[in-house]
């Protein structure tokens, strides 16, 4: 993830590139929540965290979409360096040449080029790698399973645990705690 910031730094659009970046890794967010995202829709707190209004994916459980997730410091600087380098104070938040919207197409092609120039071809695929590391990561630091689910917008935690976490028998060793521990003379 190191590699791909630092990778996004190298583009003819840094701050963009590693703004769109911090927020799928940082945020968990899908390629078509970060480039739907409007300035008007981010809310900071002092230490830089906050939070952004997004609309995801509509289901039965949430037929408009909209959640709100949550981002740390570390992210909400990358937003911030952007949002200093563009101006922007409304409207799109990521935005094409023209001014209006970029779209999945573009949004995946920058992070496409920042795995290319990070040498991530064979490991990273794009931009739902990004929303699986964060969940990875999140479960293996926190391990919240409602606040993961609802971070990422799932309905169900059994999506989140069974499609975007990617732990293994390394994770478990590290958790597990057999009732041998407890017992005296072993």
């Not at 799932?154 to 705690?177: G, M």
């Amino acid at each position: 993830l190191e590699r791909l910031l630092h990778a996004g730094a190298g583009s003819t659009h840094p701050h963009r590139d590693q703004a769109m970046l911090a927020m799928m890794m940082g945020m968990g967010l899908r390629r078509a929540e970060v480039r739907c995202l409007e300035v008007r829709c981010l809310v900071f707190s002092e230490d830089g965290s906050g939070y952004a209004n997004v609309v995801g994916k509509k289901t039965a459980a949430n037929p408009s979409g909209e959640r709100q997730a949550a981002f740390d410091s570390a992210t909400g600087r990358y937003i911030t360096a952007h949002l200093q380098a563009t101006g922007y104070t409304a409207g799109p938040l990521f935005r094409n040449r023209f001014g209006n919207r970029m779209s999945d197409c573009a949004v995946n092609k920058i992070v496409k080029s920042a795995i290319v120039r990070a040498g991530l071809e064979g490991e990273v695929q794009g931009c739902h790698d990004l929303r699986r590391a964060f969940a990875t990561n999140y479960r293996r630091q926190n391990g919240d399973k409602d606040m993961l689910r609802r971070q990422l917008g799932h309905a169900k935690y059994e999506t989140t645990d069974l499609l975007y976490t990617l732990l293994d028998v390394e994770d478990l060793r590290l958790e597990l705690v057999s009732p041998l521990a407890s017992m005296t003379g072993v």
